[in-house]
């Protein structure tokens, strides 16, 4: 067990200037200071990767610019499921004692430092170099074909994933910090040009610059800390051509989280799952068992995603609008569900009592699962 | 047309105009991307064998902007993922109008490749009912 202390997350969009390395920086400072640590507190530094840094040694290079001398110090790759993956270690590691209070951060400059094609090669990386790659496709290629199996199996057109969009973006609408908060509908999302058929444009998120950061203690220092009940994982292939479409690790991952945290689905107040497209929004939510086979286009058209509904949904905006900075894009899911736990999160807070909260990141494609079921104090 | 010895070690990858299946001799595990060893049971007795290259559609996109890596950039590409009868998925190119569910059949296209060795694409077309 561990408790998230501090969180920062930056805005994301296209910010030119900053490098990765300023990004994390920034998210760092953030989380330092909501959690009224200094830097010299932190006795463990993570960092996720960041495709236009591609540095061997994250971590230490963080450190030594903010001036921290951990006892531990890594660089983690799980794709957009790196975020998550971090708090499992950081959270085994103050169970542990291996350590006390563990920073987690990352950061990138995706849409503005492209330049050096080190983003492309590292992204390409999610296909198989002999067997997919030289083939054509691309990330939202495998990302299509999982869509085309979805709609078929379930008899449905594409426009059934629309609205998934749709609500994330009304919820951006409300985050000062989010990259696109100009509100679309339906229509709008099936007018966008076709990426990869049958992925539009609004079916995909952004890339972005940004920053995201957390402090992992292993006792709570105030009542606005959020407990980590339980964490799960699941990673049964890399190669979207190997994937089981039937069994993902999605479930796995989340009733491991669940079991561990002694609560079922029925206890779970909101949730941020990691929507990379509409399509993996609806896959993760359905084998979560967040929503019926089939029916997550239709929930969220019916509300039940929003602040108001059933089961508020990335309320800040997911990756499909408040943006994808790499690795910070998986965490943003989480500081949004800690600031809604703590009740701070301002005019998007959920308007009942929030207790708990589920959040999954998936990387590759559908390659690699980890949840983790939050608590308030 | 292509007319080559198929080799038992070499597929479309590596210039020979065939799919090849493993299968495990120990378990009976079958698979698709090329491994020494079972990943089922570890086992390194594993056998390849020519598919037949027919199968089912289970998945198809048509990508409108082909990634950096592709052999070649046609334009608007059909890719689909299919299972073959022999148990296993191949992920190949299609015709963009290619239909979830229906049957299909290899043939490979011939690309420029990398030095004087052309690159092989398998491309399933449809096979009829
Ligand atoms: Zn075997």
Known sequence: MGWISGVGLTSFGRQPGPSALDWQVRAARTALADAGLTHRDVDGVLVGYATTLGHLMPANLLAERIGIRPRIAFGTSVGGATGLAMLNQAEALVTAGEAARVLVVAGEDRASGQSTDTSMRTLAQVGHPAYEVPLGANVPAYYALLASAYLHRHGLAPAALAPLAVQMRAHAAAHAGAQFRVPISVADVESSKLVAAPLRLLDCCPVSDGGAAFVVLAEPSSSRDVRVAGMGQAHLHQHVTEADLEDLGARRSAQEALRRAGVTLDDIDLAGIYDSFTVTLAMLLEEIGLAAPGKAGAMAAAGEFDRTGRIPLNTHGGLLSYGHAGVAGGMAHLVEMVMQLRGEAGERQVPRQVRRALVHADGGVMSAHVTVVLEAA | ?129
């Not at chain 2, 996109?61 to 073959?84: M, S, Y």
């Open chain 2, 1 to 129: 047309m292509v007319t080559t010895t198929v080799t038992p070690d070499r597929d479309w990858t590596t210039g020979e105009p065939v799919i090849l299946v493993s299968r495990c001799r120990s378990c009976a595990h079958r698979w698709y991307i090329s491994r020494d060893a079972c990943p089922a049971c570890g086992s390194p007795d594993v056998v390849t064998v020519p598919a037949a290259g027919t199968g089912q559609v289970v998945a198809h996109t048509t990508v409108h902007r082909v990634a950096a890596g592709a052999v070649d950039e046609p334009g608007p590409v059909g890719i689909a993922l299919v299972d073959l009868d022999e148990g296993v998925r191949v992920m190949g190119r299609c015709a963009p109008e290619t239909v979830v569910g229906s049957p299909v059949r290899v043939v490979f296209l011939i690309r420029p490749g990398e030095s004087d060795q052309p690159a092989l694409l398998p491309f399933f077309e449809a096979a009829g009912p």
